[in-house]
């Protein structure tokens, strides 16, 4: 198997798992706030992360062989694309839903594109602005769907623009680190466990400095929402970070955000099934404008 097939594979695995942690984190979300999930998520990803780097018999000594300026990129890219964009995507996700986050989410493929083009000079075409504007379109319309019970279109609205912040946040933190994680440049996990341990470390700052740090640190206490927030953060947190970044490591990054995108499709499913929000006509017209998008994008036809 090639280096680009791997790196494809992966980021499909990492839609796959994501869109089970967003139906798990949802759940989550109903009783524990997004700073807190996000703490504990990083928390449990960097445990099992710290497993594997055991079992692999990779020590601290090995980061000797790579230059430092690398692990500073790697912290910084932890600092904004997991510290501060999934505190926000939570509070995007408590708002606006499984489903409707998913279409919100499709910003996420056209705003790597643009952060590629801008940072590590990857080529743009008429097909990726064509798709990246029936994406955006598809998130307009959505912000029109009526809110699920409980929220107002205020509401809404506010949670897909924190959510379009979170894609941002996150589109930066992962291609600033990419020229760092080539597929001869820094080892998946390593890279993996710098970036989680630095944004769980800035979790940690901001935990010990909120005035409710003791609310905050209750989540680490066995309660009935760990049937949800574990499997949630095990997925999320430690699965499908894994695989999101093996495939911008081994991939385009242009090609491993789009396979990304179908995350989309699997949460909008899921949320259907377990979830059961309701599949409307807007809804529908959407996720099918969003998807069509990312389609173009994959295929750039012209």
């Known amino acids: 198997m090639t280096a680009d097939l791997l790196g494809q594979g992966c980021a499909l695995l990492a839609a796959l798992t994501w869109a089970f942690a967003l139906v798990f984190f949802k759940l989550s979300g109903e009783r524990i706030g997004p700073l807190a999930l996000n703490f504990f998520k990083n928390v449990i990803g960097l445990v099992l992360l710290g497993i594997t780097l055991l079992a692999m018999g990779d020590g601290v000594a090995s980061l000797r062989d790579y230059p430092s300026a690398d692990i500073h990129i790697l912290i910084i890219s932890g600092f904004i694309g997991i510290a501060l964009a999934d505190t926000v995507m939570f509070h995007s996700l408590n708002l606006v839903g499984v489903s409707l986050f998913a279409i919100v989410d499709c910003a996420y493929s056209p705003t790597v594109l643009l952060f590629s083009w801008l940072f590590i000079a990857e080529r743009l075409t008429l097909a990726h602005y064509l798709g990246g504007g029936l994406i955006l379109t598809g998130i307009l319309l959505s912000s029109r769907h009526p809110p699920p019970p409980g929220r107002t279109r205020r509401q809404i609205a506010i949670g897909a623009l924190l959510g379009i912040l979170a894609i941002v946040l996150m589109a930066i933190g992962i291609v600033m680190a990419k020229p760092v994680l080539d597929a001869d ?3 998946l996990v390593w890279g993996t466990t710098i970036r989680l341990a630095a944004g769980t470390a800035a979790l940690a700052i901001m935990a010990a400095a909120s005035p409710q740090r003791r609310k905050l640190y209750s989540v680490f206490r066995p309660a009935a929402v760990w049937k949800y927030s574990v499997p949630g953060s095990v997925l999320g947190g430690f699965l499908s970070m894994v695989f999101w970044v ?57």
């Open 246 to 302: 093996a495939g911008f490591k081994y991939a385009q990054a242009a090609i491993a955000a789009i396979l990304n995108q179908t995350s989309v499709i699997f949460a909008t499913v899921l949320a259907v099934v377990l979830l059961k929000e309701g599949m409307t006509r807007r809804k529908f017209v959407a996720v099918t404008l969003a998807i069509t998008g990312v389609v173009l994008v994959a295929l750039d036809p012209f």
């Open 185 to 187: 440049g820094f080892p």
